[in-house]
């Protein structure tokens, strides 16, 4: 019996995106063997197992023969189970018990099998299914039906899910059909996703840090809460992205690559639209915050992208996490460099970090007293070193709530869909002030475009001048108050800079003022 080879088409994640991959499988004479070749890793050497009785318990023959699979290309790392199902067909089509077609010789399957045979849903469909779809030679992607809503929003591609290796065959050898997977892509951006969110409505008292929250979501500011315990800092962190703008498509689709590659999508959603918050411990790892691995995979602040990063209690993260996070900040993207990958993830997170004005927690505070030294309370500070401070726009004081605010519900508490209107005024100027620009919000701005378009009045130039040489800020920090007066103005949907939109900057730089200059 002469040798017989067959061809199948899949597909692996390699960083953000798909990798696609040749599936060849000889079966030949020889000793009984199934070898795997092609740099895999111990999840796909495992297959060889999971293909053999789910070949075996979906009714067909395994042949006793030597069996190789070859991955190509060769130099790239193949990670996961999801080549498990293209392996499984083309051992049935080189033993003849699936025939080659012109339909599954354009054809992509991915998916990882159960030893009975069943499909089971696999990480990446998203990346996968996005990146066969620009193929030439590829028209549609067999998946686990478990993938099938979240690999069609890629519409480039025909999508069918299949639940068994059974199945799969049967539709192979048109003994059944299969109905293509479509998603509606806008409608799931339509639906209203914040019904059954906090809201900014239920936090009492606390006006100006909701305001300072305004306008960090309003610019994509960074922003800094400064207060006793109990505060409300946590409370108020919460609830900025229920008055983040609706995220677009491009921002959902990206959201979900990063969520699918790591397994974490919700079962039954297809599509994030919601913007993400993420509050890791603060005991967390570089790793585990960053990024990386052995095989790169994203970290807490690529899982926040497009959403918000909640560093709370700040300065008791590992002075190395806090540091690694300033090049991401200016940058919004994160390169994770091995031997073997270098792999560039999102970072464009929004940082919401907390904090205690001391390590006692009470300096400043009206009621208790604070029982820390300055010598204490300024190591305390230095734990957040100065050029990541800079890199904070918004820095505010959140002070104890009194208690004829919590008493009872004041009339004056807005929803977060009446701050999120604000908002998104906000940012629609933003978008048309940078159109053509690979950045739309206000803290993206350079120094070209500081000086282009932050116009200030007369008299907000000179209040802004004397603050700089009264608080000793840096240049970078000028910046920061400039491009904070900037979305100000836009909240309040003037072109130039006035007086009142320069001072309320200032006061949204607290660590500049005097009481904490000696720390």
Do not use: W
Not at 393 to 422: L, M
């Amino acid at each position: 019996m002469i040798d017989v080879l067959a061809m199948i088409k899949s597909c692996v994640v390699s960083g953000l995106d798909g990798q696609p991959v040749i599936v060849e499988v000889d079966v030949g004479a020889g000793l009984a063997a199934f070898d795997i070749v092609g740099l895999p890793d111990a999840s796909v050497r495992e297959s060889r197992e999971r293909v053999r009785a789910a070949i075996k318990n979906s009714g067909f023959d395994f042949p006793i023969r030597r069996i190789t699979v070859n991955l190509a290309p060769a130099d790239i790392k193949k990670e996961g189970p999801s080549l498990d199902l293209p392996i499984a067909i083309g051992i049935l089509v080189a033993t003849g018990q699936v025939k080659m077609t012109d339909q599954l010789a354009r054809a992509a399957f991915v998916g990882e099998l159960s030893l009975e045979g069943t499909v089971r849903s696999i990480s990446g469909a998203l990346p996968i299914a996005d990146r066969l779809s620009a193929a030439d030679d590829i028209d549609c992607l067999y998946l686990p039906r478990g993938n099938a809503a979240e690999a069609a929003i890629s519409h480039e591609i025909t999508v069918y899910g299949v639940e068994s290796l059974g199945q799969l065959a049967d539709v192979l050898c048109g003994e059944t059909m299969l109905e293509a997977t479509t998603t509606d892509v806008e409608e799931l951006l339509r639906a209203d996703h914040t019904s059954d969110m906090v809201d900014m409505s239920d936090v009492l008292g606390q006006q100006a840090v909701k305001r300072a929250l305004e306008v960090a979501a309003a610019g994509a500011h960074n922003i800094l809460l400064i207060g006793p315990p109990g505060s409300g800092k946590t409370m108020l962190a919460r609830r900025l992205p229920t008055i983040l703008p609706q995220m677009s498509l491009a921002e959902s689709i990206e959201a979900t690559k990063i969520y699918s590659i790591c397994g974490m999508l919700p079962k039954g959603q297809a599509l994030i639209t919601s913007r993400p918050f993420r509050a890791p411990h603060h005991g967390a790892s570089s790793v585990s915050i960053i990024g990386g691995g052995a095989v790169p995979r994203p970290g807490e602040i690529s899982l926040a992208a497009h959403g918000v990063l909640f560093l709370d209690e700040m300065p008791e993260f590992h002075r190395d996490v806090l540091e690694a996070l300033r090049q991401p900040m200016e940058d919004h993207v994160v390169t994770i460099s091995r031997a073997s990958a270098r792999v560039d993830f999102p970072a464009c997170f929004q940082l919401v970090g907390a904090m205690n004005p001391c390590p006692c927690g009470y300096y400043g505070d009206s009621r208790k007293q604070c029982t820390c030294t300055p010598h204490q309370r300024n190591r305390y500070f230095q734990k957040i070193s100065g050029p990541l401070l800079d890199r904070i726009d918004i820095q505010i004081e959140v002070p104890r709530v009194q208690y004829q605010e919590i008493s009872g519900r004041s009339q004056d508490e807005e929803t977060s869909a009446v701050i999120r209107q604000r908002v998104q005024l906000a940012r629609q100027r933003q978008e048309q002030r940078f159109a053509g620009k690979p950045y739309s919000t206000n803290a993206q701005m350079g120094r070209k475009d500081l000086e282009r378009y932050c116009q200030l009045t007369d008299d907000a130039a000179l209040l802004l001048a004397e603050a700089f040489r009264t608080l000793g800020m840096s240049g970078r920090g000028h910046d920061r108050i400039l491009k904070i007066a900037r979305t100000i103005a836009d909240l309040a949907g003037t072109e130039n800079i006035a007086l009142e939109h320069v001072a309320e900057a200032i006061q949204f730089r607290s660590l500049d003022r005097e009481e904490f200059n000696d720390f």
